[in-house]
């Protein structure tokens, strides 16, 4: 399985930018899908995670009520709505993809296969 991640860039704060990660390779049954983040100097922290039917999610305190994340099962794709963007929400965001039925885990150790990873720079 390879993810690919786009959509970062350069915004001011208080804007919206929208992450989308596709996911290809050998699919079928349950997975999960999600985002990480990680800021310069500070450990990778997690953002948000999507079950495979796309009902049940989880947001990092620090992200709730400003993303949104949500996925396309026909398209192998994940996406995440930024909105109300802060300084503090600079970052590399990583998507991540795990089969099996691992609930909307907050851990990295949760998962095998990691994006590249896309920037993300808000300024104030």
């Known amino acids: 399985v390879q993810l690919q991640a786009s959509g970062g860039g350069f915004v001011q704060a208080g804007g919206s930018l929208r992450l989308s990660c596709t996911a290809s390779?050998?699919?079928?049954?349950?997975?999960?899908m999600g985002w990480f983040r990680q800021a310069p100097g500070k450990d990778r922290e997690f953002v948000a995670a999507?079950?495979?039917?796309?009902?049940?999610?989880s947001y990092a305190d620090p992200v709730k009520g400003r993303f949104t994340i949500s996925r396309e099962n026909g398209k192998n794709t994940v996406y995440l709505q930024m909105n109300s963007l802060k300084p503090e929400d600079t970052a590399v965001y990583y998507c991540?993809?795990?089969?099996?039925?691992?609930?909307?885990?907050?851990?990295?150790?949760?998962?095998?296969?990691w994006g590249q990873g896309t920037v993300v720079t808000v300024s104030s």
């Open positions: 999507i079950e495979w039917r796309g009902d049940i999610t």
């Open positions: 991540v993809w795990e089969r099996g039925r691992i609930g909307v885990a907050r851990s990295p150790a949760n998962y095998k296969y």
């Open positions: 390779g050998t699919f079928g049954g349950v997975d999960t």
